[in-house]
């Protein structure tokens, strides 16, 4: 009840006015008046009882989200003195750098987080592997300081992990690029957990990432602390039936909740054998070029999107094996890029299952050339081809336009998306994020 009250108030202090705008400066006032209002319908601030340590961060809140003399921009301006030791951990741990170039470390961090991450109980569990994690946590001039994580003092063994990189993000109302760290991972055992080590290790990051001149950040969580600026959906799209009906992790009912068959639904989930767009192929290395600036004028439309350098486009987009599959459409006439779509790979363990489940991650699409459907049904007739059991997209970018149409499901999986030190009032709709946090 107290829950209830708190928002209540909140959203009264921000009503929208009865009568129409006299003005073009009223209309856009009340446009603002009508988006806080909306945003804090959508989240409840909960700072005050339950998230002690957000609040003394710079993060917005709901509180400050109704007061309209506040700016979108950063949120502490002044820029305090770096603290130079870490921080203080309990008696009998320690800070340990987690070296991912070091196949030991690497595959220690590897485990920690495959038997960590997800919480015992559900059926898939996330498996992480070395050559994942130094995509996605290597990338071009990323700082090793900022991979780091706690061990026992006696045992050295690893018990949590956090991991970040540097990145450059497009926000709103910016014209020029923000310099953030991205935290793309943070995970605790699950047994240690009550002892607030998740806070101490943003806190040390927040250190480490200030000591390179860094005062923003942006993070994504399945947990609401305040304040997020916007929410997505993870969707699933099936792949392989007969395997997710055999491991008990997919029930084949059609889209009015009716049983099918399993014959009935390989029939209403089977993607063509081969693609139907003129040119589509593996992405080169001497693709990079184009590649660069399609997704830069792509993203651009976004209210918070990554910038994308050609390096970068190298290190994330340019095919791994078991990492990342990225695909281009080449015109037959000019030979230029006109098109693109990748996605990446991750494995779930299955409880009572030896062979894993083969997801496949919706990473950033482009389609300029032909319907955004016609591309995406390309990438899943290749993600069946490479033996993927299940495709995934979150409802960020353009991805609406072919969730439904290519017969995804909604998850209960939803994300909350945060910037560090940056105030974004109104929020930001899924649909104009274009950043990927793996």
């Known amino acids: 009840m107290k829950k209830e009250r708190g928002k209540k108030k909140v959203v009264d202090e921000v009503k ?51 007061d309209l003399s506040l700016e979108d921009g950063p949120i502490v301006v002044t820029r305090s003195e770096v603290k130079q030791d870490p921080y203080a951990l309990p008696s009998n741990y320690e800070w340990i750098d987690c070296d991912l170039n070091c196949d030991d470390m690497s595959s220690q961090v590897a485990v920690m987080l495959t038997q960590n991450f997800t919480a015992r109980g559900y059926m898939l569990r996330e498996t992480y592997s ?27 063994k690893l018990v949590a992990f956090i991991g970040g990189v540097p990145s450059r993000i497009r926000v709103r109302g910016n014209k020029e690029v923000v310099n953030m760290a991205a935290v793309k991972i943070l995970c605790v055992h699950e047994k240690l957990r009550s002892q607030k080590l998740g806070a101490l290790m943003m806190r040390e990051m927040n250190r480490r990432v200030q000591s390179q001149n860094i005062w923003q950040g942006i993070f994504a969580s399945g947990v609401i602390v305040p304040t997020p600026i916007s929410t997505y959906t993870y969707w699933t799209r099936i792949l392989n039936v007969k395997k997710l009906l055999a491991f008990g992790v997919w029930m084949s009912q059609s889209p009015d909740g009716k049983d ?43 209210e918070v999107a990554e910038y994308f350098t050609s390096e970068q486009v190298q290190h ?3 095919p791994r094996q078991g990492v990342i599959d990225s695909y281009v ?48 049904m390309d990438a899943l007739a290749m993600a069946k081809k490479e033996k993927f059991d299940t495709f995934a997209a979150a409802d960020i970018m353009e991805n609406g336009i072919f969730l439904e149409k290519l017969k995804f499901e909604a998850t209960p999986n939803r994300k909350h998306l945060y910037l560090y030190n940056q105030r974004l009032k109104t929020g930001v709709k ?9």
């Not at 945003?39 to 400050?64: G, I, K």
């Not at 399993?262 to 001497?286: C, D, Q």
């Open 16 to 66: 929208e006015e009865e009568d129409p705008p006299r003005s073009a400066e009223e209309a856009k006032q009340a446009q603002l008046i009508k988006d806080i209002t909306s945003r804090c319908q959508m989240y409840n601030d909960d700072a005050d009882s339950t998230h002690n340590f957000w609040v003394t961060q710079p993060m917005e809140r709901l509180s400050d989200i109704q």
């Open 130 to 156: 070395k050559d994942f994690l130094r995509w996605a946590l290597q990338p071009p001039n990323y700082y090793a300081s900022w991979h780091f994580g706690v061990c026992v003092k006696r045992s050295k």
């Open 260 to 302: 099918m068959s399993v014959e009935t639904a390989e029939k209403l989930y089977k993607v063509p054998g081969k693609m139907v767009t003129p040119g589509f192929r593996k992405m080169l290395p001497s693709d990079v070029s184009a590649v660069t600036q399609l997704i830069g004028q792509y993203l651009s439309q976004f």
């Open 316 to 318: 994330f987009l340019l």
């Open 329 to 376: 459409v080449v015109n037959a006439v000019t030979s230029s890029v006109s098109d693109f779509c990748s996605f990446y790979t991750f494995y779930y363990s299955c409880e009572s299952q030896k062979e894993p489940v083969k997801f496949a991650y919706s990473f950033y699409n482009i389609a300029t050339t032909m319907p955004l459907v016609q591309l995406m």
């Open 430 to 438: 899924a649909s104009n994020v274009g950043v990927v946090l793996i």
